[in-house]
């Protein structure tokens, strides 16, 4: 840990690729102010920014003589829900909430180790550590998710699915993805699951952290960052697999077209059959969060990265 200056945190927001899109004049707008206030209501010494993530800067900071992360609220979090799910959930397969500052947008979370993508290389034990914070998660009372409709999050990924085809570049270059995209989340829209959970909503190999303390089993790492609305269970099995480009890519190369594909394939049975799921359901899942994941990031102004998820979209 470097150390770093309130200035240094501002201009590191407002060097994100969307910094200068209109939507964000507000949000940047009220960062120092944030800043300011978080620093003094908690005495706050700030050690450096974690690298990961497309909103905000993410802190790690000390009060006294405790580490601890800072977070703020936008460009993709619900602050406010975010701390009832950690609240709820009082560190049990989830971040532990330390304090929060909803007049200030802020929150301090307790410091975890490096993301579960740093410390475990194996994408399939890296899918297993998943699929076991996602049995905790998802013993949540369901009362304390966003209430949602059945289909509301395929519609909501079907928007921007829609944006996508909107937009001449990203059409001409992608149209066949994003129509197939289209269609599936239609599918998913019109047969929803009748059974929901407090999904976390993002369970990625990024919002998995390793517990300091070492805890074996499930308790080995911890999930950040969760969303917190009510929906099926394969929409968050969908979320674990939507990437997973490095092996699907290796395997195509080395072993042909299709290898990936066939791989890809043998993991979202074996989640299926693990989390007692619609395996046909948790593939659709992926594909349609690989596609809006790919679209999204481009609205936000990561071109390249855009432009890897939607040739892996593809190659699937």
Not at 103 to 119: D, I, K, T
Not at 150 to 177: N, Q, S, W
Not at 277 to 302: C, I, M, P, Q, S
Request: a negative charge.
């Amino acid at each position: 840990m470097t150390g770093m200056q309130p200035a240094q945190v501002i201009h590191l927001a407002r060097s994100r690729p969307w910094g200068r899109q209109a939507w964000a004049k507000d949000l940047l707008e009220r960062l120092p102010q944030q800043l300011a206030g978080a620093v003094q209501r908690w005495d706050l010494t700030i050690e450096d920014a974690y690298p990961d993530g497309a909103g905000l800067p993410v802190l790690a900071v000390r009060t006294g003589d405790l580490p601890a992360v800072l977070t703020f609220d936008g460009v993709g979090r619900d602050q406010a829900q975010q701390a009832r799910i950690l609240g709820v959930a009082d560190g049990h397969g989830f971040v532990r909430l330390l304090d929060h500052a909803p007049e200030l947008g802020a929150a301090l979370l307790e410091r975890l180790g490096a993301p579960l993508a740093h410390e475990v290389g194996d994408p399939v034990a890296q899918t297993d550590q998943l699929c076991t914070l996602l049995e905790q998660a998802w013993q949540l009372p369901l009362e304390v998710g966003v209430a949602t409709a059945p289909d509301h999050k395929a519609l909501g990924l079907l928007g921007i699915v829609e944006a996508g085809l909107a937009d001449p570049p990203t059409a001409d270059a992608h149209g066949a993805v994003l129509a197939r995209a289209a269609g599936i989340a239609q599918e998913l829209a019109l047969s929803p699951q009748a059974q929901q959970v407090v999904v976390h909503g993002d369970p990625h190999t990024l919002n998995a952290l390793r517990r300091p303390d070492g805890r074996a089993g499930s308790e080995q790492f911890a999930f950040i960052d969760p969303d917190g609305f009510r929906c099926e269970r394969e929409y968050d099995a969908g979320v674990v697999l939507r990437d997973l480009a490095g092996p699907l890519t290796h395997l195509e190369r080395t072993e042909g077209v299709g290898a990936g594909r066939r791989w890809h394939a043998e993991l979202v049975a074996r989640v299926a059959r693990r989390l007692d799921l619609d395996a046909d359901r948790v593939a659709a899942w992926a594909f349609l969060e690989r596609v809006t994941t790919g679209v999204h990031l481009g609205r936000l102004g990561y071109t390249e990265e855009s432009r890897s998820w939607l040739a892996l979209a593809h190659r699937m």
